[in-house]
């Protein structure tokens, strides 16, 4: 049974991620879910706790995924817990493009190995980005995020009618 680290920004969770972790484990047991900073996006709507909370909340079913926040690198994450490899998920081509290039990165500078999971295909048109588009004006959200994340938004954007 390996270790592996699926990384992410996770701002927020949605059921894609979902997807790839309950993939991640069916195929290699123990899952470390690495909550990071995109140094390509800007701060974010939620802080790294917060990511995690709600992550924590949302596969508390799944008990061989832990989660946890890390600074800087995801190869130093990866040596850092021991990970065999890290998992990414792919929901079009255009995700492989930036994936491909982000995995030959950090072979190259490291020796760490990245193994893509194709996303459901029901799943692969969910992003963070349109999520938090979509909440931020009051729209709902509850179909492509996990309970614990729906809450966790409606409480910052009341969804139109319960404001
Ligand atoms: O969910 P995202 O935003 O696509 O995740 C991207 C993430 C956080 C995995 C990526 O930006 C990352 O690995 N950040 C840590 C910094 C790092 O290792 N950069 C080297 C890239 S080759």
């Known amino acids: 049974m390996a270790i592996v680290l699926y990384p992410g920004s996770f701002d927020p969770l949605h059921l894609g991620h979902i997807d790839v972790i309950e993939q991640s484990v069916a195929l290699f047991g123990k899952v470390v879910v690495g909550v990071m900073h995109n140094p390509g996006k800007s701060t ?21 995924v832990k989660v946890q926040a890390f600074e800087g690198l995801a190869v130093d994450a990866v040596k850092q817990i021991k990970a065999a490899f ?13 994936e491909q290039q982000m995995a030959h990165t950090n072979h190259a500078v490291s020796g760490v190995r990245t193994v893509y999971l194709p996303c ?8 963070s980005r349109f999520i938090r588009e979509i909440a931020q004006y009051g729209g709902d959200v509850t179909s492509l995020v996990p309970a614990p994340v729906a809450a966790q938004l409606a409480k910052l954007f009341p969804p139109k009618g319960n404001a």
């Open 86 to 98: 890290i998992v990414k998920g792919l929901r079009t081509g255009g995700d492989f493009e930036v």
């Open 120 to 127: 459901k295909p029901a799943l692969v048109s969910i992003s």
């Open 44 to 64: 974010g709507m939620f802080d790294l706790e917060e990511r995690n909370e709600m992550i924590r909340a949302s596969i508390s079913y799944l008990p061989s």
